[in-house]
């Protein structure tokens, strides 16, 4: 919409228990970034979150023109958490996952919060920061 509210127009459409989550702009204003949660389930529903866990997956990286074009930038099976930023330059894309870790049961019992580090285009996604001690309680990130 314009900078005083005229003109909206929606550009993301999204069906079942998709929603779409934290948008962020790309430097020069031509795209915005966005996470979708494309699971099964409600997303918030964390009942019986540790049996069911792979319904509250997956969360994937999108891209979104002015006139609605979406692109999937990700392809991951992993939850989402957070933001997803532009470099200042545009060249690069910063996100986080979690991979979940479960017991013999299949039941979470705790998970690695991994910054992920890809070209703008979604091409050579890499882990940022090694798993240490501190990976499962990671929460924020900026650039």
């Avoid at 779409?20 to 997303?43: K, M, N, Q, V, Y």
């Amino acid at each position: 919409m314009g900078s005083d509210g005229s003109d909206p127009k929606r550009l993301t459409t999204t069906s079942g228990w998709q929603s779409d989550h934290d948008p962020s702009w790309s430097p020069i204003g031509e795209h915005i970034l966005f996470t979708r949660f494309e699971g099964s389930r409600i997303w918030f529903d964390a009942a019986n979150f540790s049996d069911n866990w792979e319904e509250l997956t997956p969360w994937n990286v999108h891209r979104v023109d002015l006139n609605g074009n979406v692109e999937k930038l990700t392809n991951s099976s992993n939850a989402g958490w957070g933001i997803v930023l532009y470099s200042a330059d545009g060249d690069q894309i910063l996100f986080g996952t979690t991979d979940w870790i479960t017991n013999e049961s299949k039941q979470v019992v705790c998970g690695y919060h991994r910054l992920i580090l890809m070209n703008a285009d979604g091409s050579n996604p890499r882990q940022l920061l090694p798993d240490d001690d501190h990976t499962g309680t990671l929460e924020y990130f900026d650039w």
